[in-house]
């Protein structure tokens, strides 16, 4: 597959590669290719300009930063915040909804300062707030929150000390609004508001019996990790009510899970919840708020389909369905139309943020080797050759045996001593060249026609292409979950890929790859790519911005990677510049959080080479030129640094 003549370049255009990697399809309007074959990103798309990657790439460069390389579109970020919020509020306005939206954005899904603060300046004039779900988050969220008229929703298993971070928030002025998880948090939340003398605003999550659909299904129904079932709701209603608080119940929460790929499943969830509410409205809780939590989803492959990686509704049919169920329901009830909220966090930041790698190397099945006769060939030599010179669409199944017949001959020979590692290299080379010409004949053929043993023998010819960075760093949803991100070469699309590949990590760990790839229909096992040149081959990984900058882990020792953030500005001649530049981590911060100290590292190695230097080992100088290079060293990214 590899390294055939390819055909004439004038036969590929960038429509060609924007149709191969379906760029329009999960593109959302953001993603592009230029003339010059680059991959762009229109932050702000069709009203802005469109940036090119590779231009990006270069600027980071230039300050120092290589690759892999976090690019974060400020606002393209800006755009989401705006996009869900319009979204709502043509909803409403449609359907003369009596209640306002509100939006909260999840910090979990990305903490990062300049991102929760970017979100939050994009969502002041819709009011839009922030959901906490630890403690260290409520922290960093009563910091970065400004605007006392939106919410600061406050979700996962809480303490005291949890507690009192909220109330500290209510003395603010702050809508701070805990979500009892359990019924003793009600307990605590009545208590510690008492004693510093402060209103809570509380809410309940109801335990829905509608369950999320995709990987995230059991984050719902009854057997789900959080809410409360109707009698815990009513025994915390009646907590509320002894000790005076009747008017603390605020609102009522239900998340049924993250990507959840069919509406349908949303609109279950929301009428079950609706109803919940309207019944409680009508015994004379004073809910103002329904929140009906994330879910709403990316559409990772472009599918538009109910496929774990897709999503077969907008976000405006999502605004729509939600008002306009929530309203439906409420008028049947004859309640007022509560106050909407979403914590949206995946479709808010997923897009912002794009990885950049390097491939440096290549792994590829078939080498070249002599294709021409001699008079002392092999005997199996002689025979890989004689099936080489014979192939023919006719004989491919035949031809496909009769060299696995080979190989498995060439193993045992090999095995039992009788073969010598120049005839073994000499078998293996001329087997791959005889499958890749198989594939060529039978890519004539109908897919529904070329033999089994054809197709699986392609699936062994797959190349691989080695990118410097961690899977377990920067994607770590691809390991753990399977999760599909679209990966496309940010540069060279004029160009016709050439090989079917794979990719692989530089861990040493044998799950430190991607070899599944997004498709229309299904997954697909390897990406076309290009042969590499002499120029460094770079690959976007697209839609990253949600869950993968906090999950990620040191497997390996590999950290964070190197990080942007471009902004768009007209007054700049390119149309934007870099506000901020985050080096990733280095060799001495990745080794800290082991228990290595520098500073004793090098004391240790100095000992080692003074000891060498007695021994007459090394010589003085170049002793200590070897422990000033480690102690440099230390300062280096973790990554691999190519010239
Ligand atoms: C994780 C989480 C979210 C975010 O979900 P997305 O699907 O990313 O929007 C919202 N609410 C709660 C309670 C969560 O746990």
Redesign the pocket.
């Known amino acids: 597959m590899s390294r055939e003549s390819p055909p004439p370049p004038d036969v590929w255009s960038n429509d060609d590669a924007k149709e191969l990697y379906l760029i329009d399809r999960w593109g959302a309007g953001y993603f592009d290719v230029n003339d010059e074959g680059n991959m762009t990103v229109a932050p702000l798309q069709e009203r802005g300009r469109k940036i090119a990657l590779a231009d990006v790439v270069r600027d980071a460069r230039e300050q120092g930063l290589r690759t892999p390389l976090l690019i974060r579109f400020q606002d393209l970020l800006h755009h989401r915040v705006r996009t869900l919020n319009l979204a709502f509020a043509s909803a409403v306005a449609e359907n003369k909804y009596r209640g306002v939206y509100r939006g909260v954005f ?1 910090i ?2 990305n903490q990062l300062r300049e991102v929760v603060e970017e979100i939050l300046d994009a969502g002041r004039s819709f009011h839009h707030g922030i ?1 906490v ?1 630890s403690k260290p988050e409520i922290f960093a969220g009563l910091s970065v929150h400004t605007d006392n008229d939106s919410l600061i929703v406050c ?2 298993y809480k303490d005291d000390a949890y507690i009192r971070m909220a109330m500290l928030g209510r003395k603010l002025g702050k809508k701070v609004i805990l979500i009892a998880e359990k019924l003793s948090e009600v307990r605590s939340i009545l208590r510690i508001s008492a004693e510093m003398n402060v209103d809570p605003l509380i809410g309940l ?1 109801v335990r829905l019996s509608t369950k999320g659909g995709g990987r ?1 299904a059991e ?1 719902g129904g009854e057997n789900a990790k ?1 809410g409360l079932s109707t009698a815990e709701i009513l025994a915390a209603t009646e907590m509320m009510k002894q000790a005076g608080k009747t008017s603390a119940f605020k609102l009522l ?1 239900f ?1 049924v ?4 790929p069919d509406i349908l499943i949303i609109k279950r969830a929301v009428r079950e919840a609706a109803r919940h509410y309207a019944k409680l409205r009508k015994m004379g809780h004073p809910i103002e708020y329904l929140d009906v ?5 990316i559409d990772y492959d472009g599918s538009r389909s109910t496929f774990h990686s897709s999503m077969n509704y907008s976000v405006e049919e999502y605004a729509r369905d939600i008002v306009y169920n929530i309203m439906d329901v409420c008028d049947d009830e004859k309640v007022p139309h509560p106050d909407i909220v979403t ?6 930041v997923a897009h912002h943020s794009v990885l950049v790698i390097q491939a440096f190397g290549s792994i590829e099945k078939v080498a070249p080797g002599p294709l021409e006769r001699a008079h002392d060939d092999h005997k199996l030599v002689k025979n890989l050759l004689y099936t080489l010179e014979n192939l023919a669409l006719e004989n491919l199944s035949e031809s496909c045996h009769d060299i696995l017949q080979v190989k498995e001959e060439s193993q045992k020979m090999f095995e039992l001593g009788l073969l010598n590692l120049d005839v073994k290299a000499r078998v293996e080379t001329l087997f791959w060249q005889t499958a890749e010409r198989m594939q060529k004949l039978a890519s004539q053929l109908d897919a529904s026609e070329v033999p089994d043993d054809i197709t699986e023998l392609g699936k062994q010819l797959v190349d691989q292409h080695i990118c410097n960075f961690s899977v377990f760093q920067s994607l770590l949803d691809h390991w753990a979950l399977g999760g599909l991100f679209p990966i496309v070469p940010i540069h060279r699309l004029n160009e016709r890929p050439t090989q079917q590949s794979t990719l692989v990590d530089i861990t040493c760990d044998s799950d430190g790859k991607v070899s599944k790839f997004i498709d229309l229909s299904d997954v697909r096992d390897t990406l076309p790519l290009h042969t590499l040149d002499d120029k460094p081959y770079f690959l976007g990984v697209f839609l990253t911005g ?2 993968q900058d906090i999950m990620g882990d040191i497997h390996n020792l590999f950290g964070r990677v190197n990080e942007v953030h471009v902004f768009l500005d007209d007054d700049e001649e390119c149309g934007y510049y870099l506000e901020e530049t985050i080096e990733g981590n280095s060799i001495r911060e990745v080794l800290s959080m082991t228990q290595y100290e520098a500073r004793e590292m090098v004391a240790k190695l100095k000992a080692q080479v003074d000891a060498a230097i007695k021994q007459d080992r090394l010589r003085p100088t170049e002793g200590m030129r070897l422990l000033a290079d480690f102690e440099r060293g230390l300062a280096d990214q973790t990554y691999l640094s190519f010239p």
């Open positions: 999840p979990k899904v959901e779900g979700n996962g999550r995230w984050s959080f929460h998340h899970g993250s990507q959840i939590g994330g879910g709403l989803a914590e949206s966090g995946r479709a808010t949600a869950y």
